[in-house]
């Protein structure tokens, strides 16, 4: 099972930019479909953004879709989140997590998550 480490967070004016980073360790990275999850205060894990493992395609949700990208490098075992004209809405912890399946939206079907990285958005 792969372990992952988040980094990148930080505190930006709404309408800026941040690239968030997920460290995967072990040699079967390329066989995991990656995701990216939030949490807001009060608030349920919501997904973000998810890349399949057999073809690198992606997947957003609604609230994200043409401001975030999601990519990955599997000779760096790294998958990435590029967030641009970022809103305060966008506040949250924001991890990161595996699955063996594909195009999966529910938290409960990633078995790997990382500890998380603080992402505020202030106006």
């Known amino acids: 099972q792969v372990q992952l480490v988040e980094s990148g967070g930080g505190l930006v004016q709404a309408g800026g930019s941040l690239r968030l980073s997920c460290a995967a360790s072990g040699r079967t990275f390329s066989t995991y479909t990656m995701a990216w999850f939030r949490q807001a205060p009060g608030k349920e894990r919501e997904f973000v953004a998810g890349i399949n493992w057999s073809d690198g395609g992606p997947y957003y949700a609604h609230s994200v879709k043409a401001r975030f990208t999601i990519s990955r490098d599997n000779a760096k075992n790294t998958v990435f989140l590029q967030m641009y004209s970022l809103k305060p809405e966008d506040t949250a912890v924001y991890f990161c997590?595996?699955?063996?399946?594909?195009?999966?939206?529910?938290?409960?079907?990633?078995?790997?998550w990382g500890q998380g990285t603080q992402v505020t958005v202030h106006s």
């Open positions: 997590a595996a699955s063996r399946r594909l195009g999966m939206l529910s938290p409960n079907e990633y078995n790997a």
